[in-house]
């Protein structure tokens, strides 16, 4: 096989861009790769990093994963450039944590025509011409979050578990395909995202009872100090390229050996109720 053509969702910070990076510089060069954002205003750092690679074997277009018109629009740029898509990665996500009843549903929306519908976008673009080659990989960055219930995360907890459903339902078929699908679930990563979650995930807290807001201040504090020990997005770019290289990939991959124990201790209770016992240090 010659250069593969693959398309990365959201590539302004973090994972995106340091996947984009990792694949455009490896020394197979064996990769197009074709970094979108939803605002090229943002492409600096990503112009950046990116070196002599730029506009040689990799291209920033426009694409915004909420809106189906523009994923459709940025895909026939790919086709008519290169004629297809042989690997797409959706990595656009955003995050929020607090309390569900003092979260807008506006907020609450975002995060669902993110994580959701933007994945669900972004693979109904790129099927049938996979289907129609019998050929193509499919990576969605997920997160722990996809495999097990977060307190104070329920909304961006529930998107990741629709990540995995979605993902485990499409498998079986598209195997028939030659397509194979993954998710890849970092733990805390060390990149932007978690900057953003803050201020996105706490609008609205003032409005709780005093032992809610006790409960999200106790979590906010754990978060920052298990954020300090957090992956960098590069170590997650890396997973990413050899889930790529990989001829029969899994569905599932952690970036995390901590994300590994503690998915296998919920998988041994059909009842769910040993991993309430997983987060109680955190809520104290």
Avoid: W
Wanted: charged share 20%; proline share 3%; aromatic share 6%.
């Amino acid at each position: 096989m010659g250069e593969r053509v693959v398309v990365i969702t959201s590539c302004s910070t973090g994972i995106g861009l340091s996947t984009a990076v990792q694949l455009a510089k490896s020394e197979a060069k064996k990769y197009i790769v074709y970094a979108t954002m939803r605002n090229l205003a943002k492409k600096g750092p990503l112009v950046e990093k990116a070196g002599d690679t730029l506009n040689k074997n990799l291209f920033i277009i426009e694409m915004d994963v909420k809106s189906e018109s523009s994923v459709k629009a940025a895909v026939k740029k790919v086709f008519n450039a290169r004629g297809r898509i042989d690997v797409l990665v959706n990595n656009a996500g955003v995050g929020m944590v607090g309390a569900l009843e003092c979260q807008s549903m506006d907020s609450i929306k975002n995060i669902y025509e993110t994580n959701v519908y933007g994945v669900i976008h972004c693979i109904k673009a790129v099927l049938p011409s996979m289907k129609k080659k019998e050929s193509g990989q499919i990576i969605t960055v997920s997160s722990g979050a996809g495999r097990f219930g977060v307190p104070l995360c329920a909304a961006y907890c529930s998107s990741k578990h629709a990540i995995s459903g979605l993902t485990e339902s499409l498998a079986p078929t598209l195997k028939q395909f030659n397509i194979n699908i993954s998710v890849v679930e970092p733990g805390p990563v060390s990149t932007e995202f978690t900057n953003t979650v803050r201020s996105i995930g706490f609008s609205g807290i003032e409005d709780g009872d005093e032992k809610t807001k006790k409960l999200v201040e106790s979590f906010t504090s754990s978060m920052d100090k298990i954020v300090t020990k957090a992956q960098k997005g590069e170590e997650v770019a890396e997973c990413i390229q050899k889930v790529v290289e990989t001829e029969i990939p899994n569905v599932y991959y952690t970036t995390s050996p901590a994300l590994d124990a503690m998915t296998a201790k919920k998988y041994v209770d059909i009842t769910g109720n040993s991993f309430l016992t997983s987060f109680p240090q955190y809520l104290k």
